[in-house]
């Protein structure tokens, strides 16, 4: 199922369905705001987006009934989260799929969210996007590639995965791969394990990150991935910041994996991940990977 393309005088709905801002954050908020009202949009707020003394932005069914209120507005085209968290699964529960089903629109976010981009698809079928926090378009750090990727995903629908630097492929043997895209943040993606919101990951390409996770946590996730028999296509690592920028490169995520499965292919980029730039990337669409172009392209995932 797919979205409608953005268009300048639409509308987007902005909430906060995991970590609460907080009132210093408020000036983010607002510069971001600025940032999309100068592509031609209109911005709407949810009810629940601060708290000073609470770690998220209301109980779940108070976030949960903002996720579904964006999605019942007709005027709203598409949803943006304000950041990540680690409660995001509780709203799960609260969550009115049928009512996404019947108005499908673009819903955004990372890190955390990744529980929600994978569930929405899991159980509705739409293409959901990993993409920036919305309060990092209003911080300092924003990079002109983020800010390019709105435009040349959301409004102009581009197929092709614009490569923030370069890229290494190993292991592809001259073969183009394939696959349904899911991801990004590898531990919010496991919280979904046994819950009927969890996605198929058999024949998928899996698109992996990671924020405060340790060389012992990957090895121990990817562990389990393995054993999950979900390892058959290829994974795309990006920008790990633990291991990348913490560690400073101590650490090889592709050395790492050899350890536990050396045939699979797989890209490293730093195209997505924590504290840096990301790329828009379509959950649940299809991807090709070509060694030899070095190019990742996905299906059409906009209407």
């Known amino acids: 199922m797919l979205a409608q393309k953005l268009k300048q005088g639409d509308t987007i709905g902005v909430i906060a369905p995991d970590k609460a801002l907080k009132s210093t954050d408020k000036v983010y908020l607002?510069?971001?705001?600025?940032?999309?009202e100068s592509l031609g949009l209109k911005v709407k707020y949810g009810k629940y987006l601060y708290s000073d003394d609470?770690?998220?932005?209301?109980t779940p069914l108070q976030r949960a009934t903002d996720l579904n209120n964006m999605f019942s507005d007709k005027e709203v085209k598409a949803i943006f989260t304000v950041k990540g968290g680690d409660m995001v699964n509780g709203i799960l529960p609260y969550i009115d799929f049928d009512n996404i089903k019947n108005n499908p629109k673009i819903f955004c976010g990372m890190s955390d969210i990744t529980v929600l981009l994978c569930a929405i698809n899991k159980m509705t079928g739409l293409i959901t996007f990993h993409c920036q926090?919305?309060?990092?378009?209003?911080?300092?750090?924003?990079?002109?590639?983020?800010?390019?990727?709105?435009?040349?995903?959301l409004f102009n629908a581009n197929n092709t995965i614009i490569p923030f630097d370069n890229r290494k492929f190993y292991n592809f043997k001259d073969e183009v791969i394939e696959g349904k895209i899911y991801g990004t943040n590898v531990r919010c993606l496991l919280k979904l394990l046994g819950t009927p919101y969890m996605p198929d990951l058999r024949d998928s390409i899996l698109f992996l990150?990671?924020?405060?996770?340790?060389?012992?946590?990957?090895?121990?996730?990817?562990?389990?991935?393995?054993?999950?028999?979900?390892?058959?296509?290829?994974?795309?690592?990006?920008?790990?910041?633990?291991?990348?920028?913490?560690?400073?490169?101590?650490?090889?995520?592709?050395?790492?994996?050899?350890?536990?499965?050396?045939?699979?292919?797989?890209?490293?980029?730093n195209d997505f991940g924590h504290r840096h730039g990301n790329s828009i990337i379509p959950i649940g669409a299809e991807a090709t990977i070509n060694e030899k172009e070095e190019s990742i392209i996905v299906s059409n995932y906009l209407k």
């Open 133 to 153: 926090d919305y309060i990092w378009f209003g911080k300092d750090e924003v990079t002109d590639y983020d800010k390019n990727e709105i435009v040349d995903k």
């Open 209 to 269: 990150e990671g924020y405060h996770s340790d060389i012992i946590q990957w090895n121990a996730m990817l562990e389990q991935i393995n054993q999950m028999g979900v390892l058959n296509k290829a994974i795309v690592f990006g920008y790990i910041y633990q291991l990348q920028y913490a560690k400073e490169n101590k650490y090889d995520i592709v050395e790492e994996l050899r350890k536990i499965n050396a045939d699979i292919p797989v890209v490293k980029t």
């Open 30 to 36: 607002e510069n971001a705001t600025k940032y999309f």
């Open 54 to 58: 609470e770690y998220c932005a209301g």
